[in-house]
């Protein structure tokens, strides 16, 4: 089974910066697409951007300029640059992959990582 674990969340101020990481772990897989979600109180999980195997990029349109995702495939780690934070930007920042095991396809999550901007 292949598991992914965030990290990098935390308190920061408006205007800083952050970085986030999610690192996949397991034996015999392969991953495609990678994606990072995120998740506010009372409000939907919402896509933040996409990154797919080769590299090409997505985002939603209120991250644009601020985030950039990007991926080390040697390290199977997914990461998150995010600047010119917002305090709308606060909330649970999630991990979701594409994996190959034995010729199957999961979309995998990890728990998590709290990100709380401040004015």
């Known amino acids: 089974q292949v598991q992914l674990v965030e990290s990098g969340g935390g308190l920061v101020q408006a205007g800083g910066s952050l970085r986030l990481s999610c690192t996949a772990s397991?034996?015999?897989?392969?991953?495609?697409?990678m994606r990072w979600y995120r998740q506010a109180p009372g409000n939907l999980r919402e896509l933040v951007a996409t990154?797919?195997?080769?590299?090409?990029?997505t985002y939603a349109d209120s991250m644009k300029g601020r985030f950039t995702i990007s991926r080390d495939n040697a390290k199977n780690t997914l990461y998150l640059q995010m600047s010119s934070l917002k305090p709308e930007d606060t909330a649970l920042y999630y991990c979701?992959?594409?994996?190959?095991?034995?010729?199957?396809?999961?979309?995998?999550w990890g728990q998590g990582t709290q990100v709380t901007v401040h004015s």
């Open positions: 979701n992959a594409d994996i190959w095991v034995s010729r199957r396809l999961t979309s995998t």
């Open positions: 397991g034996s015999d897989f392969s991953i495609a697409s």
């Open positions: 990154i797919t195997a080769g590299g090409a990029t």
